[in-house]
């Protein structure tokens, strides 16, 4: 059974940085690509950012380009989102999950930035 556990989230001023982590069970985690996506109220989920099996390569919706940056950690089944110069729009919860095929969702955390 796959096991997604995100974590990291907070409540931040505008500017500010946080770091998720994504903890990964129940799969071979170095050969899936991951993806970060967030949902904020009243809005469908999307994809933020996703990052190769290898790590070699990322993407990044528009919204975020050049402020979060997504990397992984083989060794330890988890991915990372850096996420710096945080603006009131980013508020959401946060969601890890194969970039592809989507597996059943954890929890997410939740990211608050205050203006």
Known sequence: QVQLV?????????GGSLRLS????GIIFSINAMGWYR???????????SITNGGRSTNYADS???RFTVSRDNAKNTVYL???????E????YY????????????GTQVTVSS
């Open 82 to 88: 850096q996420m710096n110069s945080l603006k009131p």
């Open 64 to 66: 975020v380009k050049g």
């Open 22 to 25: 994504c903890v990964v069970s």
């Open 96 to 107: 890890c999950n194969h970039a592809v095929t989507k597996y059943t969702w954890g929890q």
């Open 39 to 49: 949902q904020a109220p009243g809005r469908q989920r999307e994809l933020v950012a």
């Open 6 to 14: 995100e974590s990291g989230g907070a409540s931040v001023q505008a």
């Open 90 to 93: 980013d508020t959401a919860v």
